[in-house]
């Protein structure tokens, strides 16, 4: 019982802040109002996305913490991708910063290699749990840099 509720809070976390965040910005979505290129997906689709790699990130760091797997050095990782990554959309939609949108989202993709990195040489499951995350995540970089051009 003691592992799935650090299964539940693992899960929880991401998921809950990242609703959160989307609920702060939801009055300033300008998605569809943006020159897109022509790869860009339907806004429908990012908040499924997101909440498929929020539970999957909850999930990876669950089986880390509930085998006792976790240290300091894997702690601060996860909390400061998760950190790094609900600012992106503060910055990219609140502010309209774009470009600083685009650097910040390379800095989430260092912390994210670090985390898979960190997380597979402790469990591999849980490592490779996150690479959807990675794969979106420079597809989510070019994406942004390419809105980033369009607009300017």
Do not use: C, H
């Not at 760091?61 to 976790?70: A, C, E, F, H, P």
Request: aromatic fraction near 18%; proline fraction near 5%; glycine fraction near 4%.
């Amino acid at each position: 019982m003691e592992k799935n509720l650090v299964y539940i809070k693992s899960i929880l976390i991401p998921v809950i802040l990242g609703g959160i965040v989307g609920f702060v910005i939801s009055g300033f979505m300008d998605y569809s109002s943006l020159i897109k290129p022509s790869f860009a997906p339907p806004a429908i689709l990012f908040p499924i996305v997101w909440t498929i790699l929020y539970v999957l990130m909850g999930i990876s760091y669950g089986i880390l913490k509930s085998n006792s797997l976790t240290n300091e050095k894997i702690d601060n990782i996860y909390y400061w991708q998760l950190f790094v990554n609900l600012l992106w959309p503060i910055f990219f939609f609140v502010f309209d910063w774009r470009l600083f949108s685009f650097i910040w989202i390379l800095l989430l993709i260092v912390l994210v290699i670090l985390m898979i990195k960190e997380f597979y040489a402790k469990n591999k499951v849980a490592g490779l749990l996150q690479i959807p995350y990675l794969l979106w995540l420079i597809f989510a970089s070019v994406l942004n840099l390419s809105i980033y051009l369009l607009n300017k």
